[in-house]
């Protein structure tokens, strides 16, 4: 199912609904523009979250991006591990539902 290729095809969405389209693509834009945190922090922040979420399209595209604004193979580790400890975190601090109050 997973196939970069497939991207091609957002131009679906840009043609079909392109007024959300377009607000979609300008905020993405905002979002990842400089601003305090610098576009390589904010692209560590996007590499974590796409692990945490798994979508291989973002794994991608966020990687490639992060290294384009220079982040090394320790800051893509460390923001892997810090993914994971967020998804850790999250499976112990439910198994708190499991026993009666």
């Not at 970069?4 to 095809?9: D, E, H, P, T, V």
């Not at 800051?75 to 998804?87: D, F, K, P, T, Y």
Request: with cysteine; net charge neutral.
């Amino acid at each position: 199912m997973f196939d970069m290729k497939n991207l091609g095809r957002l131009k679906k969405l840009d043609e079909h609904a392109p007024d959300v389209m377009k607000a979609f693509w300008a905020f993405d834009k905002a979002a990842f523009a400089e601003g305090a945190l610098s576009a390589r922090e904010k692209q560590l922040i996007a590499v974590a979250v796409a692990l945490t979420t798994q979508c291989p399209y973002c794994i991608e595209l966020h990687n490639k991006a992060a290294r384009e604004a220079g982040a090394s193979d320790a800051q893509l580790s460390e923001a892997a591990m810090v993914a994971a400890a967020i998804r850790a975190g999250g499976a112990v601090t439910h198994a708190t539902h499991l026993f009666a109050g």
